[in-house]
């Protein structure tokens, strides 16, 4: 049964353990070091990562490349972490696989601590994109890059798409602290394409790009978007891809479209099906749920949960709809600088929740000026009878999912 694999998977839980390249890399070999058999491209920063990383896998799929991808969180089912061409791991080759492992985790055991939840997970998708003989994955870090568990591989290339500030007990306390363990992925020679990040990071991202004679490519410098109200252009050298358009709104995103253009491009000798010509038609398409998705006329969710987040939601809420009524409903965990966000939406109409999820900020210990919702499910009915009013809910991907779930239950229903 699914369920009990899953279960198996979430009793390795971290529960404060750290993680170790050492205990990782050693399982990997006694799986016969499946990260080795195909090529991969490693994405990292703050946000902006699975969008990248949706993006950089409809390039290749729809040029006929078999793409694996890994990502976190997942919105509805676990089983979307890891994809290939965009279709989940199917359940009973995530038991299978769960099978096979198991003999390795106990040779493991025998010389280490328990494998992080993680660095499982990790060793599941290598596995599976191993055995499925993908011609690329797409692999997005997890909390980090320099220490995390995804940093077992030479990748093809690295991408990132931002840095802000984010888990600064483990990364650090400044921007140029945070970028170090981003940028920490990067190898000899292997290219680096990177987003409009703050000086303090910028200067990080090229110290160690010149270290480790690895070619960048920034955008804004090396390659650039022209933006129109509704779609944009890229532009390479005399390479020019006109009115690109996007599912997913806002700046930021092209930024993440452009990212993985500019990426495809640089690897396009080792990958020369790739079909520039496509290229519209598959970003186009790209849809990542809980990143700016509709889901009425007037309502949209967008899993702003840091600060990076909630600076590109509110920019691309002034951008595009600078003369209207604005309701932001938001919800977020309890370990994170709730007030600060929030402040961050002081020029819109905001009002806070809960949700039912075990590190939810509970209602009452929110800033107490800000109105409460008991329910998030009233700002459907609000939305509903009000038209006119753009309503906004944001926060906590894990609240995403949530509204997600009850959303399209209820449309069934």
């Known amino acids: 049964m699914i369920t009990d694999t ?48 949706a993006y950089l896998q409809a390039l290749f799929t729809t040029s006929g490349y078999r793409c694996g991808t890994f990502t976190s969180p997942y919105i509805t089912h676990f089983n979307e972490r890891i994809a290939i061409d965009g279709l989940p791991i199917a359940d009973n080759d995530l038991e299978k696989l769960c099978k096979e492992i198991k003999p390795h985790l106990k040779n493991i055991e025998r010389c280490y601590d328990r494998v992080t939840e993680f660095e499982l997970i990790t060793a599941l998708m290598f596995a599976y994109f191993a055995k499925e003989k993908v011609d690329l ?143 519209p038609k598959a970003l186009s398409q790209v849809q990542v749920k809980g990143r700016t998705e509709w889901l009425l006329d007037n309502l949209v969710i967008d899993g702003a949960h840091n600060e990076g987040g909630i600076k590109s939601l509110r920019d691309w809420l002034a951008s595009q709809y600078p003369n209207r009524s604005v309701a932001i409903l938001f919800a977020g965990l309890r370990r994170k600088p709730l007030a600060k966000l929030l402040n961050l939406l002081s020029d819109y109409s905001v009002s806070v929740t809960s949700f039912s999820f075990y590190e939810a900020e509970s209602l009452e210990n929110y800033p107490k000026y800000y109105p409460r919702v008991t329910n998030f499910k009233e700002w459907f009915q609000k939305a509903q009878y009000n038209p006119n009013t753009l309503y906004v809910m944001t926060g906590s991907l894990y609240f995403i999912s949530e509204i997600r779930e009850y959303f399209f239950k209820s449309k069934k229903s």
Not at 23 to 48: A, D, E, Y
Not at 194 to 220: C, I
């Open 6 to 53: 899953l279960n198996w998977i979430h009793s390795y839980k971290a529960n404060g353990r750290r993680p170790d390249k050492k205990r990782l890399l050693t399982l990997l070999s006694f799986m016969g070091n499946p990260q080795k058999q195909m090529p991969l491209i490693h994405v990292v920063g703050t946000n902006g990562k699975g969008s990248t990383t």
């Open 137 to 279: 994955a797409i692999v997005e870090a997890g909390i980090g890059g320099l220490h995390d568990a995804t940093n077992c591989f030479i990748a093809q290339a690295v991408v990132c798409p931002s840095i802000s500030f984010e888990h600064t007990e483990i990364l650090g306390t400044s921007l140029a602290q945070i970028a170090k363990q981003k940028v920490g992925v990067l190898d000899d020679y292997v290219p680096l394409i990177f987003g409009n990040l703050p000086k303090e990071a910028r200067d990080v991202f090229y110290d160690k790009a010149k270290e480790l004679h690895s070619s960048t490519f920034e955008l804004g410098q090396d390659f650039q978007l022209i933006r129109h109200q509704y779609s944009f252009d890229f532009l390479y050298h005399d390479l020019s891809l006109n009115h690109i358009t996007l599912s997913m709104a806002g700046q930021h995103q092209q930024n993440n479209a452009g990212l993985a253009i500019m990426t495809s491009l640089i690897l396009k000798k080792h990958f020369p099906k790739l079909n520039l010509y496509l290229y």
